[in-house]
């Protein structure tokens, strides 16, 4: 099984060949999904496949994130140009991007952002021209035996490091809440903030990292391809870490190396480790810090500044942090192993003891370079891109509903053209009354469906897999598939725009998109939907005392919704002169006299009513439409 470790500039590309890595992924300074690491210039990235080749060693390419029409041709430009420097593959999220460069003879993963966690995942993937799949990292051990069962596609998993609280490539809280896109590179890390419910309090969206090195036997049995780290974001010496673990485990070498790694790994970053989701686990979240503290050695009673290491593996010349509870004391260098003395003022009491530094990282340090020369000669080319100009119908968008409950569906129904209705226990008799009603009916599909058989009937459809599944059915995308431009393959019935794009690129995307579209207009936007076992039905309040709605459906998925609602009610008339054929308007979870009232607003499209909208809310928001995203 394959080692695949994670390059966030030419040290980390060093440590990762020296620690016995067999591939590593690295990005460019654009179209990769951690802009804030260093990354590589176009000759830096020629010079990192060059060297990593030279030592038997491949390199996937970044070009994860979703994809502006106006940058399409530059992004292809950048796909060729790997081609031209012999990258192994390029890893993409984007589904038009993916279908633009087809015809580029470069193999194609696709990333966990796609969301690829079924049987019918893979088999998308196989038809698009996909070779590798990275799967969602919500499954467990036995969710990946069977999907991956006959796979006509290599399959990768995240092994190690850092777990999205949301499922991958469908979190809008960053962007949404914070201002920058994670779909875009840009991540805020919102589930690394502190919350509290009328039950819990903490950072109770923050991940343990993961750490699956007990899993490795089995994962190679399965027949799993590749083995991922995560950590581009992190230091050079953490890559070398973790290459070295996993590749003398893969190896079955040095036991006593092995477990000297283990524990300097534990020391140079650790929030908190666990298996994720793979063990079937209670508790994936570390809810007492969000940051690096080092290696938890214990907790110990400190009197007149001094206190006893027994039990406690504390070196000379160990870095160690003194916290009580989220304050952090100070943090000094052992002197002495004995007795050790603290050399700053601290009152007597219990505190809890972090190892931050071992001298063997400096060891470590000394195995790789930071002087690696990587240059190269190739220079990116250009590409042209002009997809054609459409002349949309201008007519009279549909009124599409999201609904969960028969009450709201009754109250809503004589307002609708379309009823999306989430698959619950009610969707059988509201898909009676919409048959009645003359209605159009869909049922909303669960965001995660590793097996489960479809309903009859039209479908919304979130991710590749349910668009393979659903085939034979009318299929409806929601706004979860990211469409970013209007590369995007026309082969739904309808599928809702991105909810990051603003009113220009929406504009763009309908001029040169022959489908049908929906712009969402209404209601709470879904910033996150978890698997977490702990988040059950609540409001979330962050430090600015904004309250997020939190609802757990039959499937144990919990949903997270924004604090505020959409309200685009003066924008209709604009919307339909760019060829936007339905508005989707989210009652869900609503009171049904609300939900009433909203689809009376949008059904006479009565701007006036925007004032009485907005104090029925309580906050309003236009989302990205006027402002967009990086």
Request: proline share 3%.
């Amino acid at each position: 099984m394959e080692i695949l470790a994670p390059v966030g500039s030419p040290e980390a590309l060093n440590a990762a060949v020296k620690g016995g890595a067999d591939s590593v992924y690295l990005g460019g300074k654009r179209f990769g999904a951690r802009k804030f690491s260093d990354n590589f210039t176009e000759k830096q990235l020629e010079g990192a496949v060059n060297y990593a080749h030279d030592n038997n060693v491949k390199v996937y390419v970044t070009v994860n994130t979703i994809i502006k029409n106006e940058e399409m041709a530059d992004a292809i430009s950048f796909v060729k140009f790997l081609k031209d420097i012999d990258a192994d593959a390029v890893i993409i999220q984007d589904m038009g991007l993916l279908r633009t460069i087809g015809r580029v003879d470069i193999p194609k993963h696709a990333s966990t952002q796609m969301g690829i966690h079924s049987s019918k995942g893979l088999e998308w993937c196989h038809e698009n021209g996909v070779e590798r799949a990275i799967l969602a990292r919500e499954l467990t051990l036995n969710e990946i035996k069977e999907v991956i069962k006959d796979s006509p596609v290599e399959t990768e998993v995240f092994a190690q490091g850092a777990l999205c609280y949301c499922m991958s490539g469908g979190c809008l809280f960053s962007s949404i809440v914070g201002g920058r896109s994670g779909n875009r590179g840009e991540c805020a890390q919102p589930c690394r903030k502190r919350y509290h419910t009328s039950a819990r309090n903490g950072y109770l969206m923050n991940t343990s990292d993961l750490y699956c090195i007990d899993h490795f036997n089995e994962l190679e049995k399965m027949g799993i391809t590749s083995m991922k780290i995560e950590g581009r974001m992190r230091s050079p010496a953490h890559t070398y870490l973790t290459s070295k673990i996993y590749s003398l485990t893969r190896d079955k070498n040095n036991n006593e190396e092995l477990e000297r790694m283990k524990e300097l790994l534990m020391t140079i970053f650790n929030r908190g480790y666990g298996t994720g989701y793979m063990d079937n686990s209670k508790h994936i979240v570390q809810p007492l810090y969000p940051d690096n503290r080092g290696y938890l050695m214990g907790s110990v009673t400190i009197k007149d500044k001094r206190f006893d290491p027994k039990g406690m593996d504390i070196n000379v010349k160990d870095g160690l942090s003194i916290f009580r509870g989220e304050e952090k004391i100070g943090g000094f260098k052992v002197s002495s192993s004995n007795s050790i003395s603290v050399p700053f003022a601290i009152k007597d009491g219990i505190y809890e003891i972090y190892r931050t530094y071992d001298p063997r990282i400096d060891e470590i340090k000394n195995i790789f370079s930071d002087d690696l020369n990587l240059t190269g000669s190739k220079s990116i080319g250009t590409s042209r891109y002009a997809p054609k100009l459409i002349e949309r119908v201008k007519k009279r968008a549909k009124l599409s509903f999201y609904v969960s409950s028969l009450k709201v569906l009754n109250s809503v129904i004589g307002y609708a053209d379309r009823i999306y209705f989430e698959w619950n226990g009610e969707r059988d008799k509201a898909e009676i009354i919409c048959s009645e009603k003359g209605k159009e009916f869909v049922t909303i599909l669960p965001r995660f469906l590793p097996f489960d058989d479809l309903p009859n009937g039209d479908v919304m459809v979130h991710n590749p897999g349910q668009i393979r599944a659903a085939s034979g059915k009318k299929r409806y995308g929601s706004y979860h598939l990211n469409m970013f431009n209007s590369a995007f393959p026309n082969v739904l019935e309808q599928t809702t725009l991105s909810a990051e794009l603003s009113r220009k690129e929406i504009k763009e995307i309908c001029s040169h998109y022959a489908g049908e579209l929906e712009q969402m207009v209404f209601g709470r936007i879904e910033l996150m939907v978890t698997r977490d076992p702990e988040m059950m039905n609540c409001t979330l309040t962050d430090e600015r005392d904004y309250q997020f709605p939190v609802y757990r459906d039959e499937r144990k998925m919990s949903h997270i919704l924004n604090s505020s609602d959409l309200l685009l009610i003066e924008h209709l008339n604009e919307l339909e002169s760019f060829g936007i054929d339905s508005f989707g308007i989210d009652v869900r979870k609503r009171p049904a006299d609300v939900a009433s009232k909203v689809a009376k607003a949008f059904f006479d499209r009565d701007v006036k009513r925007k004032s009485e909208l907005t104090e029925m809310c309580g906050r309003i928001t236009y989302g990205h439409y006027l402002r967009g995203v990086n």
